[in-house]
C-alpha cells in the first residue's frame, strides 16, 4: 500500500496531556562511508532510497558532510551495504525514540524541531550520562540511544511521559518494571559549550516531497546525493566562499526527509518540495574542532538547552564526526 502524505510536524499544546515517549522497534546501525569509497555503496544505497519495494528497510538515512557520508540505517537495510575498508561502523546497537504529544489540538507558538523536547528529553539523559544521537527530519525529531543504556533511559524519562514501545507495527505500553532499582540521582551540573563552533555562510532548507513523486526526481536526488561537489577543486571553491557540502535524505517507514542548501533547492522541479509559508531558511551551526566521537554525553543538551531557554526553533543532526545544529534565520 502506498504510504500516506507526509506528516506535518505537531505544534500543539504538550501542557494538556502528558507526552508519549514511543521507543521504535528499529535495532539500527549508525556508520561512515569514506568519501573515496562511495562508489562501493552507491547501489546499495540506491537501492535503500529509491527501491523500497525491494526492500525490508524501514529506517534509511543518509547525510553528506565534508568529511564523509553517515548512514543510519536498520539491520534490514545493513544487509544491503557491501563490507568495505571505506565503511565504519559505531560499536553499538541503536534504538530511536521520538516524542508524540498526547491529545491537544490548540494552536501555540511551541518551538519546533529540538528545542521542544531539550528540557524533557535531551537534557535529564544527558544529566545521566547517556549519550544520544540525534535525527531532526522534516516530520518529527528521533533521538538515538544505545540499546544497553534503555533500561536506564526508561528509568530517566518514566515520570515525565507515557512510556510506548512499538512492537510488530503496533504501539503497546512499555514494561517499565525493574527498571527503578539500583540508579543513582545524579549531581545536576552547569553545561558550558566546550566544542568549537564555526557557521558556513550557505543557507539550509528543511523539506519534504510526497513519495509518489519521488520516481519524477530520482535521477536528480542522485546526482545531488553522490555526483554534484564530491570533486577537490569544488571542495576547495566551497569552503574558499565559507559554504560546505551538507545534505541530508531521510526514508522512515514510508516518510521522505530532505535537508538541503538554499541553491540545490533550485534545481528542483516548482511545486514538488514541500515548503512552509515562510519558505523559511535555516542558518547551521557545526558542533566540534575534530571528531567528537559517540562516548561523550551532553553535546546535544548544551547547544539545545539554551535554545529551549530562547524559544529558539532548532533542527539538530548528529554526524559520524560533527554535530549540525540549524537554527532559524529569522532569529540570527
Given at each position: 500500500?502506498?504510504?500516506?502524505?507526509?506528516k506535518?510536524?505537531?505544534?500543539?499544546?504538550?501542557?494538556?496531556?502528558?507526552?508519549?515517549?514511543?521507543?521504535?522497534?528499529?535495532?539500527?546501525?549508525?556508520?561512515?562511508?569514506?568519501?573515496?569509497?562511495?562508489?562501493?555503496?552507491?547501489?546499495?544505497?540506491?537501492?535503500?532510497?529509491?527501491?523500497?519495494?525491494?526492500?525490508?528497510?524501514?529506517?534509511?538515512s543518509?547525510?553528506?558532510?565534508?568529511?564523509?557520508?553517515t548512514?543510519?540505517?536498520?539491520?534490514?537495510?545493513?544487509?544491503?551495504?557491501?563490507?568495505?575498508?571505506?565503511?565504519?561502523?559505531?560499536?553499538?546497537?541503536?534504538?530511536?525514540?521520538?516524542?508524540?504529544?498526547?491529545?491537544?489540538?490548540?494552536?501555540?507558538?511551541?518551538?519546533?524541531?529540538?528545542?521542544?523536547?531539550?528540557?524533557?528529553?535531551?537534557?535529564?539523559?544527558?544529566?545521566?550520562?547517556?549519550?544520544?544521537?540525534?535525527?531532526?527530519?522534516?516530520?518529527?525529531?528521533?533521538?538515538?540511544?544505545?540499546?544497553?543504556?534503555?533500561?536506564?533511559?526508561?528509568?530517566?524519562?518514566?515520570?515525565?511521559?507515557?512510556?510506548?514501545?512499538?512492537?510488530?507495527?503496533?504501539t503497546?505500553?512499555?514494561?517499565?518494571?525493574?527498571?527503578?532499582?539500583?540508579?543513582?540521582?545524579?549531581?545536576?551540573?552547569?553545561?558550558?559549550?566546550?566544542?568549537?563552533l564555526?557557521?558556513?555562510?550557505?543557507?539550509?532548507?528543511?523539506?519534504?516531497l510526497?513519495?509518489?513523486?519521488?520516481?519524477?526526481?530520482?535521477?536528480?536526488?542522485?546526482?545531488?546525493?553522490?555526483?554534484?561537489?564530491?570533486?577537490?577543486?569544488?571542495?576547495?571553491?566551497?569552503?574558499?566562499?565559507?559554504?560546505?557540502?551538507?545534505?541530508?535524505?531521510?526514508?522512515?517507514?514510508?516518510?521522505?526527509?530532505?535537508?538541503?542548501?538554499?541553491?540545490?533547492?533550485?534545481?528542483?522541479?516548482?511545486?514538488?518540495?514541500?515548503?512552509?509559508?515562510?519558505?523559511?531558511?535555516?542558518?547551521?551551526?557545526?558542533?566540534?574542532?575534530?571528531?567528537?566521537?559517540?562516548?561523550?554525553c551532553?553535546?546535544?543538551?548544551?547547544?539545545?538547552?539554551?535554545?529551549?531557554t530562547?524559544?529558539?526553533?532548532?533542527?539538530?543532526?548528529?554526524?559520524?564526526?560533527?554535530?549540525?545544529?540549524?537554527?532559524?534565520?529569522?532569529?540570527?
Amino acid at each position: 500500500s502506498a504510504p500516506s502524505p507526509p506528516k506535518k510536524r505537531c505544534t500543539t499544546n504538550e501542557k494538556t496531556q502528558k507526552m508519549e515517549l514511543h521507543i521504535l522497534e528499529h535495532s539500527l546501525k549508525v556508520a561512515s562511508i569514506a568519501k573515496e569509497g562511495i562508489q562501493i555503496c552507491t547501489h546499495g544505497l540506491i537501492k535503500l532510497a529509491f527501491l523500497p519495494s525491494k526492500t525490508r528497510c524501514k529506517f534509511f538515512s543518509l547525510t553528506e558532510t565534508p568529511e564523509d557520508y553517515t548512514i543510519i540505517v536498520d539491520e534490514d537495510g545493513f544487509k544491503e551495504l557491501p563490507q568495505s575498508e571505506y565503511l565504519s561502523v559505531a560499536d553499538a546497537t541503536w534504538l530511536a525514540l521520538n516524542v508524540v504529544s498526547g491529545g491537544g489540538s490548540a494552536a501555540s507558538s511551541q518551538p519546533i524541531g529540538v528545542t521542544k523536547i531539550a528540557k524533557s528529553v535531551i537534557a535529564p539523559l544527558a544529566d545521566h550520562n547517556i549519550s544520544v544521537f540525534m535525527l531532526s527530519t522534516y516530520q518529527t525529531d528521533f533521538i538515538l540511544v544505545r540499546e544497553r543504556d534503555l533500561p536506564m533511559v526508561m528509568h530517566t524519562l518514566s515520570s515525565e511521559f507515557t512510556l510506548l514501545r512499538v512492537v510488530n507495527g503496533e504501539t503497546v505500553a512499555a514494561n517499565c518494571s525493574g527498571v527503578t532499582n539500583g540508579f543513582v540521582k545524579p549531581k545536576l551540573v552547569p553545561r558550558p559549550i566546550i566544542h568549537p563552533l564555526s557557521s558556513p555562510s550557505n543557507m539550509f532548507c528543511v523539506t519534504s516531497l510526497d513519495p509518489d513523486t519521488l520516481p519524477s526526481v530520482a535521477t536528480l536526488l542522485m546526482d545531488v546525493m553522490f555526483y554534484s561537489g564530491g570533486g577537490k577543486e569544488m571542495g576547495a571553491q566551497n569552503e574558499d566562499s565559507g559554504h560546505i557540502r551538507f545534505f541530508s535524505f531521510s526514508l522512515i517507514e514510508g516518510y521522505i526527509s530532505l535537508v538541503m542548501d538554499e541553491q540545490t533547492t533550485r534545481r528542483f522541479p516548482n511545486n514538488v518540495l514541500f515548503t512552509s509559508a515562510s519558505g523559511e531558511l535555516w542558518k547551521m551551526v557545526r558542533i566540534g574542532g575534530q571528531p567528537l566521537g559517540f562516548d561523550e554525553c551532553g553535546i546535544v543538551a548544551q547547544i539545545s538547552e539554551p535554545l529551549a531557554t530562547a524559544d529558539i526553533p532548532a533542527y539538530y543532526i548528529s554526524t559520524f564526526k560533527f554535530d549540525h545544529a540549524l537554527v532559524s534565520t529569522s532569529l540570527c
